[in-house]
Structures are given as structure tokens and as C-alpha cells.
């Protein structure tokens, strides 16, 4: 019967030892960027350019990697040279932020939640198209009813509007700069 129970007590810790580094870590939460906080793809200061911006949480790192917009954001996801070793990601919501040079401060939401409006007329971070986060899909489309554009998920920004220097905006400035065009 003492062999039986050293048995069970020794099943019992390798269960209860073998469950713990599989609890779930929550997210680190958002930062908020100051003025010494610099692009990681720039190296520019983040919080003087206009439009939304993000920040992405790497595993055991103890400061986020900042974009100057979200479009570089999806870059750096999309890149395979880049870590995927990521704890958390937030964009700025633009939803009911109303101010496109100050969209710096937050709020901050996960982007896999967030509603994107591409090919808009406003400019991000480094003056290219920009990727515009929105927690409701009406203000979404507000914007896009506003400022152009059309509505994707997360999942759905296509690579090529981000690394495609030629679309959206970029793409009407290019022809309207063709010899013959008024």
C-alpha cells in the first residue's frame, strides 16, 4: 500500500510540475509613447508624424518596438526576416479621434479586432498610404465615406497594398504627375 501511494504522489507532481509553464501569460499592455520613443524601421521620432500609429511587444522584452504608421506595422508582420516571437500588438484607434496630427497619444486596440480602412487620401507616419485602424466598423466607414477608401479586417490587408509603393494615393499622385495629365 506505501509503494501504491509514493506511486500516486509521484504521478501527482510530475502533473502538477509538467502544467506549469504552460499557464497563459497575459499580453503585456499598451505603452505609451513618449518623445524619446523612434521608429523601428526610421529611426525618426515617432510622435511627430502625423496619422495612427503602433507598437509591437516582443517575447521578454521589456520596451515595445514603435512604428511611425500601421502600415509599417504589417510590414514588419509580413517581413520574413523579421521575429515572430510576438506578445502583443496595438494600434492606434482612430475612432472618434478626430485629431490626424496628435493620433499619437491612443487609444490603443488590438488590431486583430480592428476594422482598417486602406487606399484612403491621408498619409501616414512617412507620407505613403496609410493602413487606418478603427475599433467600430461605422466610424470605419465614415472615414471611408469621408476620406476614401474601403474596409478590410486583419486578416484581409492585402501584402501587396503594403509594400506596393504605387496604390492608393501614391498611385493617383504618379498619374497625375504623367506628362498629358492635367
Not at 507598437?55 to 500601421?70: A, N, R
Not at 510576438?86 to 478626430?98: F, Q
Amino acid at each position: 500500500m506505501a509503494k501504491y501511494s509514493v506511486i500516486m504522489i509521484s504521478l501527482a507532481a510530475l502533473f502538477f510540475l509538467a502544467g506549469c509553464g504552460e499557464e497563459d501569460v497575459p499580453p503585456p499592455p499598451p505603452q505609451e509613447l513618449t518623445g524619446n520613443d523612434s521608429g523601428y524601421f526610421c529611426s525618426m521620432t515617432v510622435i511627430g508624424h502625423p496619422g495612427p500609429k503602433a507598437q509591437i511587444h516582443l517575447t521578454g522584452k521589456e520596451k515595445p518596438l514603435w512604428f511611425t504608421s500601421v502600415r509599417d506595422m504589417f510590414g514588419f508582420l509580413l517581413l520574413p526576416g523579421e521575429s515572430r516571437d510576438v506578445a502583443a500588438i496595438y494600434v492606434t484607434d482612430m475612432s472618434g479621434n478626430e485629431d490626424w496630427e496628435s493620433a499619437a497619444t491612443g487609444p490603443w486596440i488590438d488590431p486583430k479586432t480592428a476594422w482598417f480602412v486602406i487606399d484612403s487620401s491621408k498619409t501616414g507616419g512617412m507620407g505613403a498610404a496609410e493602413t487606418v485602424p478603427f475599433s467600430g466598423k461605422e466610424e470605419a466607414q465614415s472615414f471611408a465615406d469621408k476620406f476614401g477608401g474601403r474596409l478590410v479586417s486583419f486578416d484581409d490587408v492585402p501584402a501587396e497594398y503594403i509594400f506596393n509603393t504605387n496604390s492608393g494615393l501614391e498611385r493617383d499622385r504618379a498619374e497625375s504627375a504623367m506628362p498629358g495629365k492635367d
